[in-house]
C-alpha cells in the first residue's frame, strides 16, 4: 500500500493490495480508504462536533515515542495547515507488526495419534494518535497474514472538566460525592472505502438475510439464506443474519470462485439524532466530491447536500464506496479518569473465497480442498 495524509481526513491508505502465499501478484483490493467523520453530539443538546471537518483532527497529530512503537518504525507526516506552521513535520506514523494470537489450529481427540498443526499470527498495524479538545483519538489499521483487515478507532486522552455539569439525568457523577457530572455523549465514527478489487472499479455488492424456520415435533430449525444483487445506492442497517460483500467482476481464485471482501460490523450503538447516522452501512456510487459523511466540506452541486445518506439517491452502483457507521454511546464512568483508558470501535473486511484454501495452510495439508477421498 501507499499513504498521504490530509488536512482533514488525516492518515488516507491508497492502493491496498494482499498477496497471499503461493499467489504470483498482489491482489488488489481498496483504491483508497481513510475516516470520513468523528460525530460526537452530546446528550444533553447542548453541543455536537464533527471532529474531522470542524475541529482541526488531522492538524492535532501526536508525536509518537519510540515506547509506542515497538519493533517498528516512525515515519514523518508533513501536516497540511499545521497548527505550528514552522514546523509542519511531525513524527507520528507508527509501522510495525503485532502478535495477535493463533492463526489457526487443527489438533486431534485425547488418546488419538497424529500432528497438532497450529500457528499464531501476526498482524502489520499501521497507526496514527490525532488530539482533538480533550479526546485523542488512536487510528488503527490492522492486515492480517490470511487477508483480514482490521479498522478500529480507540477514543482515550481524558474527559473534558467543562462539561462536570450533567446535573439533568444525562450524565454520570464523576469525583467524591455527587457533586461533578460528566456529560454522556456519543461518537460516532464512519469509514470511507473506494473498493477496486482485483485492480478494476467495476465492482459489485451482494446483501446475505438468513431466515429461521421452527419444525414441527421439536425438531431443528431449518435456516435459509438468501444472496440479493444490490444494483443501487443503499442505506443499510445491520441484523442478526444479515452481511454484505464486495465482490470482484475480473478476479477468481483457483476454484473458479470470484473474489470478495465481506463487511463484518463490531459493536455498535446506533445513534439516530441525525439522518446520516440512522444506518449502519452505505453504499454511494463513487463521486469525488463525497469524503466526508457529515460536513462534507466540498459543494456536490445543487441538491447534493453535505451528509452521506443525501447522496443515496437511486444511482446504479458500478464503482461502489462503502461507509460504515460504528457507535459508540460514552456514558463516562470514575475509571475514566486520568487518563481515559482506551475504547475500541470498528469493523474488519473478512476475504472471501480470494484464495482456494486459507493462505496460511501447512504443506502437510495442502492437498484438502473440497472433498477428500
Request: with cysteine; proline share 7%.
Amino acid at each position: 500500500m501507499c499513504w498521504h495524509y490530509e488536512a482533514n481526513a488525516g492518515l488516507v491508505l491508497d492502493n491496498v493490495s494482499y498477496q497471499p502465499k503461493g499467489e504470483p501478484r498482489p491482489i488488489r483490493v481498496l483504491t483508497s480508504a481513510s475516516l470520513a467523520q468523528i460525530h460526537v453530539p452530546y446528550d444533553d443538546g447542548g453541543m455536537e462536533y464533527d471532529d474531522l471537518t470542524g475541529q482541526g483532527f488531522a492538524q492535532g497529530l501526536q508525536t509518537l515515542d519510540p515506547g509506542e512503537c515497538p519493533g517498528g518504525t516512525i515515519k514523518s507526516v508533513k501536516v497540511p495547515g499545521a497548527w505550528d506552521p514552522g514546523h509542519p513535520n511531525v513524527n507520528g506514523l507508527c509501522v510495525t507488526t503485532r502478535a495477535r494470537g493463533h492463526a489457526y489450529r487443527l489438533g486431534y481427540y485425547p488418546g488419538e495419534a497424529g500432528t497438532t498443526y497450529q500457528a499464531q499470527g501476526k498482524d502489520l498495524l499501521v497507526y496514527t494518535v490525532n488530539k482533538t479538545g480533550w479526546y485523542e483519538y488512536v487510528v488503527e489499521w490492522r492486515f492480517s497474514g490470511d487477508g483480514t483487515m482490521n479498522m478500529q478507532v480507540g477514543a482515550t486522552g481524558t474527559l473534558s472538566p467543562s462539561d462536570y455539569d450533567a446535573g439533568d439525568g444525562r450524565g454520570w457523577p464523576i469525583g467524591k460525592g455527587a457533586k461533578d457530572y460528566a456529560t454522556s455523549h456519543s461518537h460516532n465514527v464512519f469509514w470511507r472505502l473506494n473498493f477496486g478489487l482485483d485492480g478494476s472499479s467495476a465492482n459489485r455488492v451482494e446483501q446475505f438475510d438468513s431466515t429461521i424456520t421452527p419444525q414441527s415435533g421439536g425438531q431443528t430449525p431449518k435456516t435459509k439464506t438468501v444472496r440479493t444483487p444490490v444494483t443501487k445506492e443503499l442505506a443499510g442497517d445491520a441484523g442478526p443474519m444479515r452481511w454484505w460483500r464486495v465482490v470482484s467482476n475480473v478476479g477468481k481464485n483457483k476454484d473458479g470462485h470470484p473474489r470478495s471482501y465481506e463487511i463484518v460490523p463490531g459493536h455498535t450503538s446506533k445513534y439516530t439524532g441525525r439522518a446520516y447516522t440512522k444506518h449502519d452501512v452505505y453504499f454511494t456510487e463513487y463521486n469525488k466530491c463525497e469524503q466526508f459523511a457529515s460536513h462534507n466540506l466540498a459543494d456536490c452541486g445543487a441538491g447534493a447536500g453535505r451528509s452521506v445518506e443525501k447522496w443515496v439517491n437511486g444511482q446504479p452502483l458500478r464503482h461502489p464506496v462503502a461507509w460504515v457507521n460504528i457507535g459508540f454511546h460514552h456514558i463516562a464512568r470514575d475509571e475514566d479518569q486520568e487518563p481515559m483508558p482506551v475504547h475500541w470501535q470498528g469493523f474488519q473486511l473478512s476475504p472471501r473465497d480470494v484464495t482456494a484454501m486459507n493462505p496460511l495452510t501447512p504443506p502437510a495439508l495442502s492437498g484438502h480442498n473440497g472433498h477428500v477421498e
